[in-house]
């Protein structure tokens, strides 16, 4: 039905590029311009950790939401990313990710532990997904099976709080934490133990197998958990910001 292929695309979607920034397709296979399958749509939305937070906090992000799902229903993106996605992925960019570089180390630290979570599972079940969630994000939330839609749905809770303490420090207007630069990253990952060949790996992640990429992506996010409390705080928040 077509109310539920909304939702389905549309909240994938939705769930996807906030929590990573995801290229999420799907959205072009709709058809029709019901208004109350746009309510559905955004009321799941809301529902879903993190997102809702987001809606409430930007003025205008609901609204700009019921625009983009609107407009691709009537005329569906045939170049590029669907309305939804890109709105989405830009608040991420503008809203999430200062909040995220701005949160404490124990909080940025969950959200690795989360992802860890994700891409572990998927590791067993779906290796093929697993290097989309590294490479560009899950491209296509629905299929995921229920496991990992759970622990998808953890990492974006986890991401709310992380984005609630962050965006908390960034409105009181106090020091902003430690943060590392592209080439401080590379060191501090070498001290967790990365090595030439890993990072050669990181570089050529396009190339990778389903399982090398997956393999790569769970070592990334595991190396703050190898540097003492000081180093380990900046890459979790670094890492937690960046994928």
Known sequence: PAAQQL????IAAIAAAIAGGATVYGLEYLTGSDTELVDQAVSEARALPLVGLVLDDVPGAEARLRMALSEELRSPTTQGPPRPLALMTELRATQIVPAL????????????????????HLKSVDPATCR????????????LDATAQKLMRDMLAAMEK????????LKASTAPPP???DADVTAVLGEAGLTPADFEKLRTLQRLSNEAACDIGIKLNEAPGKLPADKAGALARYLAAAQ
């Open 179 to 181: 943060a590392l630069g």
């Open 101 to 120: 570089k701005a949160t404490d180390a124990a909080d940025a630290q969950a959200v690795l532990a989360a992802r860890l979570a994700l891409m572990r």
């Open 7 to 10: 939702r389905r695309t549309a």
């Open 132 to 143: 989309e969630l590294v490479l560009i994000g899950i491209q296509r939330g629905e299929k």
């Open 162 to 169: 992380a984005y609630r303490a962050g965006r908390a420090a």
